[in-house]
């Protein structure tokens, strides 16, 4: 035997129910079913206010006999649909009387019209009057008056029975309670031994939590029977608390099945031996609850669940663990918040390893970047257990998306062949997508980009950003995507923006996170300068060089004029806490302002004529300097400055970079020097921040 139970959503009208015959035909196919359903969606609800008395209840009975008759005109024809609306209007007769317990002809309603539906297309059925059959509180005679209602009628197929509606044990009508049809199920599977309960509603099974208040919410495949008690009974709609007893009792698997997408394996409900880890989130009246199996750590909870309310800036009033269940006190309104915050701790980020990768900017460090994803994707895989997957790339023409991911070395083929559209268009799919556990990842030299930041982040998808052009934005600008990127829980990550793969940044954000105090920054991070001046030979020749493998900008200028390093400054010195913006650095350009106006070739032809002499002693410093009669409290200076051995950037050499922090916790420099440029080196910066 089998028990089908069906909700009110799944009936609602003569095409739901079409679908419900389908199913239902398909599984009478493979055994006998006892079809369980509930009154059509609303019904039960009209039905109290009836019984009530409440005001215009005339016209809810005629808007309730309207829909009923609507549903049957729609499934039957010629003398059966006559009969089928007699029937109903026999019902309404008692229906308008009041009687007691009103709302108990809803099931009877909806069961009548299905059963006779059933008869029509020549299955042999018979309908249960669950009213004499099931017992309140009384188990034992329900489960015998189950076996007899079905020993007696071998030829049967399918057994239709009202869910919901019970006697008393005295001849009165009574209910099992709202949402009660889920445990008539639950009672006709036991008394009948069915091989398989299964409950059909209209989500995809019980879910991580509920996907009416949180899209992420996902099925949960295996449950045990006490985990899906402790969802039901802690404000899990989708089953009725009491349905899981019987079931539990009589060793019956339940499955919880979605009417419109009936090929979903939605949830297994069984022992699950062996259940461990996070089950899922819900809420019910001021709380919300975070059910577990096996035991937890309560210091670490504790404190990843703070984490995630204070940065959502939510209040809680307490946390509390018992019987597998952490219950948490968050004020109503701002409880959507809160479960987002704890399902993206609990249920996204921590199962789900997968890092979906979006490459905006096809140059050279985002192919490198494609060639190390591919080279290294087994070792991440094996250190970090995180999997890597290139699910959409982006040129300056056009963009790919493949929501099953790219391999490395499809992604050429798939960007000529991918829609032509600017880097805009591009995230404006993505966020569509609400990909999860996605990066999206900035290559490119774009100013404009860093608009879409914002939007990535609220849609719940990480940035890194190789890209200095997109922090070193206004300040307001700035602070608006940390604030996205708190808020989302997301990360915004863009270490390689200064020094390449050198630890500037994380640097920095250590002493300021730690309340240390920064001195003063000297940052040597204009490589196509250092590269000029450690070579010690002629300043055009060698840029000219720099610029042919790469090294500069695509005008040189922006580097001699000091841009570039002001745009690594300004991202240094937030990082520090200070509010930099472009006014406030000061900056002594390489050349003097004849050199910056006219074409590239312009400014070669003037550099033949110039007699520019720069020394091994002499290095482009941006620096940061405490300063309290500044507004800043800091100063902002780019120059070129000579030095002599005792400093620690007159070591350095080629393109290398380096920085000097003096701070109150280090006295005596901290310095970081190191390769500070190259596509690979870049690369795997970006790497780094996208596993971090
Ligand atoms: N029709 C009843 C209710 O709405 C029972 C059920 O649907 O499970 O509460
Ligand atoms: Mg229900």
Redo the contacts with the bound molecule.
């Keep these: 035997m089998q028990v089908l139970?069906f909700?009110?959503t799944s009936i609602a009208t003569a095409t739901n129910i079409s679908r419900v015959l389908d199913i239902v035909g398909n599984a009478a196919r493979k055994d006998r079913v006892i079809l369980v359903c509930?009154?059509i969606?609303g019904?039960?609800?009209s039905l109290i206010r009836i019984g009530e008395g409440v005001i215009h209840y005339q016209d809810r009975i005629t808007e309730l006999e309207e829909r009923h008759q609507q549903i049957i005109t729609r499934l039957f024809t010629g003398v059966q649909r006559d009969e089928a609306l007699e029937e109903c209007r026999g019902i309404f007769d008692q229906i308008k009387q009041r009687p007691p317990v009103t709302?108990a002809f809803?099931?009877i309603l909806s069961t009548r019209i299905i059963a006779r539906k059933l008869a029509c297309d020549g299955i042999e059925v018979q309908w249960l009057d669950s009213r004499k059959i099931i017992i309140k509180d009384n188990l034992e005679a329900t489960y015998a008056n189950i076996a007899s209602a079905i020993d007696n009628r071998r030829a049967v197929r399918v057994f239709v029975a009202p869910?919901?509606i019970a006697g008393d044990g005295n001849g009165r009508v009574t209910?099992?309670?709202?949402?009660?049809?889920?445990?008539?199920a639950a009672l006709f599977a036991a008394g009948s031994g069915a091989e398989t309960l299964q409950i059909w509603t209209d989500v995809p099974g019980i879910m991580t939590t509920n996907p009416k208040d949180l899209p992420q919410a996902y099925t949960i495949p295996r449950i045990s029977y006490e985990s899906a008690w402790r969802m039901a009974e802690h404000g899990a709609k989708v089953l009725?608390p009491p349905t899981v007893e019987p079931a539990q009792k009589a060793g019956i698997k339940i499955n919880i099945l979605n009417t419109f997408d009936p090929d979903n394996a939605g949830t297994v409900v069984d022992d699950f031996p062996g259940e461990k880890g996070w089950i899922g989130l819900s809420r019910k009246d001021d709380c919300i609850y975070l059910i577990t199996a096996g035991n937890v750590d309560k210091d670490s909870v504790r404190s990843r669940i703070n984490g995630v309310l204070d940065r959502s800036c939510i209040f809680w009033d307490d946390i509390q663990f018992q019987d597998g269940i952490v219950s948490i006190k968050v004020q109503a309104d701002h409880q959507r918040e809160a479960l987002k915050g704890l399902h993206k701790e609990f249920f996204e980020l921590e199962p789900n390893r997968t890092r979906r990768i979006f490459i905006a900017g096809y140059g050279a460090v985002g192919k490198s970047l494609v060639k190390m994803i591919g080279d290294t994707s087994r070792i991440v895989q094996h250190n970090s257990g995180k999997t890597l997957r290139i699910v959409g790339v982006s040129d300056s023409k056009r963009y790919v998306i493949s929501p099953g991911g790219l391999m490395p070395w499809e992604v050429d083929d798939a960007l000529a062949s991918g829609s032509d559209a600017s880097g805009e268009a591009f995230c404006r799919a993505i966020t569509g997508m609400e990909p999860r556990q996605a990066v999206f990842v900035d290559c490119t030299d774009s100013e404009t980009i860093y608009r879409q930041y914002e939007a990535l982040l609220e849609a719940g998808i990480s940035i890194v950003s190789s890209n200095r052009r997109s922090l070193a934005v206004p300040y307001e600008d700035y602070a608006r995507m940390k604030t996205a990127a708190l808020h989302s829980g997301c990360f915004l990550r863009y270490e390689t923006t200064v020094g390449a793969a050198l630890p500037f940044l994380e640097s920095i954000a250590m002493s300021a996170n730690s309340s240390d105090e920064i001195l003063s920054i000297e940052a040597v991070v204009s490589c196509t300068l250092n590269y000029i001046f450690s070579s010690g030979e002629s300043f055009k020749d060698t840029l000219k060089k720099a610029q042919s493998v790469g090294l500069t900008e695509k005008d040189p200028r922006t580097d001699l004029g000091g841009r570039d390093a002001m745009r690594k400054l300004i991202i240094l010195a937030r990082e520090a806490g200070v509010h930099l913006e472009e006014k406030d650095v000061k900056i002594q350009p390489v050349l003097d302002e004849s050199f910056f106006t006219g074409s590239v070739e312009d400014f070669y032809a003037k550099l033949d004529k110039a007699d520019l002499h720069f020394g091994r002693n002499q290095r482009f410093v941006a620096s940061l300097v405490k300063d309290p009669s500044s507004p800043l409290g800091y100063r902002a200076t780019i120059s070129v400055q000579t030095m002599d051995e005792s400093h620690p950037a007159y070591w350095l050499h080629g393109t290398d970079n380096a920085i000097i922090v003096r701070s109150a916790f280090h006295p005596s420099p901290l310095v970081i020097q190191g390769a500070g440029e190259g596509a690979k080196v870049a690369a795997s910066s970006i790497l780094n921040d996208i596993l971090k």
Excluded: N, P, V
Aim: net charge negative.
């Design positions: 139970k909700g009110g509930s009154a969606s019904c039960t609800d709302e809803g099931e869910g919901f209910t099992l309670g709202r949402g009660g049809s889920d445990y008539s009725y």
